[in-house]
């Protein structure tokens, strides 16, 4: 077991341009999550996949962002025509979530920094 | 709105010493309470969770109590060292039964000087 990965783990782009991060989360685990944190903030909840299903999006995830997680293994994150407020650590998260509803624990990988000029 | 609220100053305390965090929220009616140690450029690492049902949770050096009346959360960790210098995270989670959909607070900075 080698964690959650995130790749690139920095990423400088011009506005206007679009680009894709990925996250291969634990093996086993099922569900899968992004969240993004901007400087002396905590993370705010993006979007949620279960297996390969897209459950849940936040109003914060404009149309321009777009989530996949294809075989329910790792997951793309694409933004396109960046803005500069999209600027921010994008983190991604995985976990073993139970039918049962208890809560489980969430593994976060290092997370990609994007700076958009 | 819901609101959770975290002491946005840092808390600079001397090794050996007690530490505690606060985590307030409002307009929220939480399930569970986690905390997460997050370091600089680095994602967040979970540390502890508690129910609603609970009072206290301890794990090694660190107590959490959860005080679902005053709709707050403390966070201690006991003879404090300076590798516990980082940012603590409180984060909430209703009961949904299909996601743990975390909302995090700002963070508290705990620098642990010699």
Same mark, same amino acid.
């Given at each position: 077991?080698?964690?959650? %990965? !995130?790749?690139?783990? *920095?990423?400088?782009?011009?506005? =206007?341009?679009?680009?894709?991060?990925? @996250?291969?989360?634990? %093996?086993? *685990?099922?569900?899968?999550?992004?969240?993004?944190?901007?400087?002396? !903030?905590? #993370?705010?909840?993006?979007?949620?996949? !279960?297996?390969? $299903?897209?459950?849940?999006?936040?109003?914060?995830? %404009?149309?321009?962002?777009?989530?996949?997680?294809?075989?329910?293994?790792?997951?793309?994150?694409?933004? !396109?025509?960046?803005?500069?407020?999209?600027? $921010?650590?994008?983190? @991604? $998260?995985?976990?073993?979530?139970? $039918?049962? =509803?208890?809560?489980?624990?969430?593994?976060?990988? #290092? =997370?990609?920094?994007?700076?958009?000029? | 709105?819901?609101?959770?609220? +975290?002491?946005?100053?840092?808390?600079?305390?001397?090794?050996?010493?007690?530490?505690?965090? /606060?985590?307030?929220?409002?307009?929220?009616?939480?399930?569970?309470?986690?905390?997460?140690? +997050?370091?600089?450029?680095?994602?967040? &690492?979970?540390?502890?969770?508690?129910?609603?049902?609970?009072?206290?949770?301890?794990?090694?050096?660190?107590? &959490?109590?959860?005080?679902?009346?005053?709709?707050?959360?403390?966070?201690?960790?006991?003879?404090?060292?300076?590798?516990?210098?980082?940012?603590?995270?409180?984060?909430?989670?209703?009961?949904?039964? /299909?996601?743990?959909?975390?909302?995090?607070?700002?963070?508290?900075?705990?620098? &642990?000087?010699?």
């Amino acid at each position: 077991d080698t964690g959650v %990965s !995130q790749n690139p783990r *920095h990423k400088i782009t011009k506005r =206007g341009q679009n680009v894709t991060f990925r @996250c291969d989360p634990i %093996s086993e *685990h099922n569900r899968l999550y992004w969240y993004r944190q901007t400087l002396g !903030q905590g #993370p705010e909840f993006l979007t949620y996949f !279960q297996n390969e $299903a897209q459950l849940e999006k936040s109003r914060l995830l %404009s149309d321009r962002f777009s989530a996949e997680r294809p075989k329910g293994s790792f997951s793309t994150l694409e933004i !396109q025509r960046t803005e500069q407020g999209d600027s $921010a650590m994008y983190l @991604c $998260a995985s976990s073993w979530g139970r $039918a049962s =509803g208890d809560a489980e624990t969430q593994y976060f990988g #290092p =997370g990609t920094r994007l700076l958009v000029l | 709105s819901q609101k959770i609220e +975290q002491n946005s100053e840092a808390l600079n305390i001397q090794e050996g010493k007690t530490a505690t965090l /606060t985590c307030n929220y409002t307009n929220y009616s939480p399930a569970y309470l986690q905390w997460y140690r +997050q370091d600089p450029g680095r994602g967040p &690492v979970f540390l502890l969770l508690i129910r609603e049902n609970e009072k206290e949770k301890r794990k090694e050096r660190l107590k &959490v109590t959860f005080d679902t009346t005053l709709k707050q959360s403390l966070f201690h960790i006991t003879a404090s060292q300076p590798a516990d210098s980082a940012t603590y995270l409180c984060a909430l989670l209703p009961f949904t039964g /299909t996601a743990s959909k975390l909302t995090f607070g700002t963070g508290t900075r705990l620098q &642990v000087t010699l």
